[in-house]
């Protein structure tokens, strides 16, 4: 069921010769495993993995980020996941986006 959708999503991408820029979002209780498919998938691509969650964050510039104008900007979480995976196309994975705040 979900995990044979999740390889013939990936098979056809791979056939394509692109699985660049897919989104999948996956719902369900806490404790199905979510997260751990995602890497599941991060491994099956051979990618790095990074996970961050946004439950909890009110301010909508920690997750855009700061306007550059200001002094001690910070990137969006996004760009820091790059920068901390060091590499240019990791898994990204969003939790607990149903708790985020406002």
Request: net charge positive; charged share 25%; hydrophobic share 40%.
């Amino acid at each position: 069921d979900v995990k044979e959708m999740i390889l013939e999503h990936i098979a056809v991408g791979i056939l394509k010769g692109s699985v660049q820029g897919k989104i999948m979002c996956m719902v369900g209780p806490p404790g199905v495993g979510k997260t751990s498919i995602g890497k599941s998938v991060a491994r099956a691509l051979d990618r790095k993995f990074f996970r961050f969650s946004v439950g909890g964050l009110h301010d909508v510039a920690e997750i855009r980020g700061h306007r550059r104008t200001y002094v001690g900007a910070m990137p969006g979480k996004v760009i820091q996941a790059l920068k901390i995976t060091q590499v240019s196309n990791p898994v990204i994975l969003i939790d607990e986006v149903d708790k985020l705040g406002r």
